[in-house]
């Protein structure tokens, strides 16, 4: 998994946000919206992180079970996946 060039995450206030930049704001406009664990989740991919040591990492963080941290990272990541951010 490798995000497009000119998604940037940003923080603003509380919140994290994922918005285009250059070229690809001129194609689509997006802006996203992160939680503490979505933007977790998000610096993960950037390091090169697969599902599996994200949901390790999720979980010990979080202190949930592996199962959970792994469900919510394949869901984001389809969710990513259908809103055209990865390569």
């Keep these: ?3 497009k060039d000119g998604f940037v995450k940003c923080k603003v206030g509380e919140d994290y946000l994922v918005v ?3 070229n690809l704001s001129k194609e689509n406009n ?3 919206e992160l939680n503490e664990t979505s933007s977790d989740i998000w ?3 950037v390091k090169g992180m697969d599902v599996e ?3 390790n ?3 010990e ?3 949930i079970p592996f199962d959970k ?3 919510d990272t394949e869901k984001l990541i389809e969710n990513m996946k259908n809103a055209g951010i990865f390569e």
């Design 1 to 3: 998994m490798k995000i």
């Design 20 to 22: 285009t930049t250059g």
């Design 30 to 32: 997006i802006m996203i």
């Design 43 to 45: 610096d993960c991919i």
């Design 53 to 55: 040591q994200i949901a």
């Design 57 to 59: 990492k999720l979980s």
């Design 61 to 63: 963080k979080y202190e």
């Design 69 to 71: 941290a792994k469900a």
